[in-house]
């Protein structure tokens, strides 16, 4: 038995949220594994279109489109912008997200909305209109960021805990919808992660080594490990898992 390489090489993926963070590290490991990439983020502005050019420098086509993926028009428009260009959507990452911390007392029902509608509701919203593309292709591979919060409570998050536990159910459902259709639906569970949003707490020593003191490994994850976890779902080597939550938490959920 051969073993198999990992390359996206002819695919299409979308990756929302993909002008910073989390989105932008896997949108350029995708196009480094072959693929061309869909960015979007709410803003057309200089972060996203240079999420694109990088992955233009990678030899890639690339397209930033402005979406608002809470918003139904703005996701048709985006799934039509990819099919124009691409003629297909191989895979869909949902990476687009927000938290709000307060107590449940102090929390408004107006930041409850905006988290549930950026975190979930989103996610629903763009697997709905790619999976229908997906579907009819009879191919397709959608992988959904979740968090270790949708897993562990944690006080102080209550809108961004429920609406991570929601898409990873929201992840299993599809995963039994699309089966059938040769869709792969998964989703990834990440712990403290290094990126420009957390830099306050890692960039603090002193918050830094209370967080560190409760992972396992000892230590942040990087970007590029979240994104080698999105390739390794994206890929051929997962062509047997559907329907998974993958904890890329350096051990914490093992506790």
């Known amino acids: 038995m051969s073993a198999p390489s990992i ?43 240079s999420a694109a050019d990088e992955i233009r420098k990678l030899g890639k086509r690339s397209l930033a489109v402005k979406a608002d993926v809470t918003r139904q028009a703005d996701i048709d428009n985006l799934v039509k912008q990819t099919m124009d ?16 911390r307060a107590p449940v007392v102090e929390h408004s029902e107006e930041d409850w909305d905006k988290v549930i509608d950026t975190n979930l509701k989103s996610y629903f919203l763009c697997s709905r209109a790619v999976g229908r593309v997906m579907m009819e292709q009879k191919r397709g591979n959608i992988i959904n960021i979740a968090s270790l919060r ?37 989703a990834i569970a990440p712990g403290w992660i290094k990126t420009e949003l957390t830099e306050p707490m890692w960039g603090n020593p002193k918050t830094n080594q209370e967080v560190t003191a409760t992972i396992p490994m000892d230590r942040w994850a990087s970007v590029a490990e979240m994104a080698s976890v999105a390739l390794f779902l994206a890929s051929d080597l997962s062509s047997y898992v559907t329907g998974h939550t993958l904890a890329a938490d350096g051990g914490m959920a093992a506790i």
């Not at 003629?87 to 997200?97: E, Q, R």
């Not at 998050?157 to 998964?186: C, D, P, Q």
Request: hydrophobic residues 50%.
């Open 7 to 49: 390359s996206l090489a002819g695919k299409a993926a979308i990756v929302t949220g993909g002008s910073r963070g989390i989105g932008k590290g896997i949108a350029l490991m995708f196009a480094g594994a072959g693929a061309e990439v869909v960015v979007c983020s709410r803003n057309l502005d200089g972060k996203l279109e």
């Open 85 to 100: 260009e691409f003629g297909a959507i191989d895979i869909l990452v949902n990476n687009a997200g927000t938290v709000v």
């Open 150 to 186: 949708g897993i562990e409570a944690a006080p102080g998050r209550v809108s961004y805990s429920v609406s991570k536990a929601g898409v990873i159910m929201l992840t299993r459902v599809l995963a039994l919808e699309f089966v059938k259709y040769n869709v792969r639906v998964n």
